[in-house]
């Protein structure tokens, strides 16, 4: 049995990506802006919303989670997951664009809890939506393999208290929103606010961060994701190089450096 995961869209456009273990199938945000767009999304995937058994809410951000989601959810019955202060939240801004419901599972911080044969345990991060924003650790609820793959897709920095929650991963999915040359030249009016410390991380701070997450693990993760890429001040190849030097030049290499994309999926992992 593997866990397989396939980034379906990411950046700042919508953001989605499909896990799958043991029989259980799950989306991890669901922020793209049309029905149509989710749906071809999952198709891309060979995926329906049928097949899906529960949706999976790291914040509020649109580009995460939407009316168009939650109308899908509603829909097809399919249960979703967020944390306990993002519900008002999520009812206030989300729910009045619905006419159905669908059913809402709250989470809290550092509880762990199963969606079928995936188990899920979230973890705050730095980030300026309004209520809580998550990483997740996901691991199999029958603990019959060690298997750990851990994701944080928007986070502002990547200071104390985080790393921690990347060791001994086996799958790595992590932000790397921007290139700071690119960013300090760019005329986009929050620019400041995408380098702050509750905005977006960065390439170099990416690759700094899995660094750190390296030198405390005692196993190498079968691949690294780099997400949420901006449009306008990032490119996959400047992403992935970057971040490959800073792990050469720590002697960390051979290890895969992916980039998912905005507009199309990328491959599907198994570990």
Known sequence: MYFHVT???????????????????????????????????????????????????????????????????????IPIHLHMQNIDGFAKRVLPRTPARAPLKPFYDDETFSIGNISVRPFRVPHDACGVTCGFSLTPADRQRDIRVTMATDLGHNGNGLFERFIDSDLILIEANYDENMLNKSRRI???????????????????????????????????????????????????????????????EGIPVHAARQNTAIRRFSV
Do not use: M
């Open 7 to 77: 980034p379906l869209r990411s950046g700042s456009s919508g953001n989605l990506t499909l896990v799958s273990y043991n029989g259980t199938t799950l989306l991890v945000d669901a922020g793209l802006q049309s029905q149509r767009g989710l749906s071809t999304a999952l198709a891309d995937a060979e995926c329906e919303w049928n097949d899906l058994d529960a949706v999976l809410v790291s914040h509020l951000h649109s580009d995460h989670v939407n009316h168009h989601a939650a109308a899908c959810c509603a829909r097809h019955n």
């Open 190 to 252: 929050d620019r400041d606010r995408v380098g702050s410390n509750l905005g977006h991380l960065s390439n170099s701070q990416a690759g700094k961060f899995l660094a750190r997450v390296l030198r405390e693990s005692r196993k190498t993760p079968s691949a690294v994701i780099l997400c949420h890429l901006s449009r306008d001040h990032n490119t996959p190849e400047l992403a992935r190089a970057t971040v490959r030097d800073i792990l050469s030049s720590n002697r960390f």
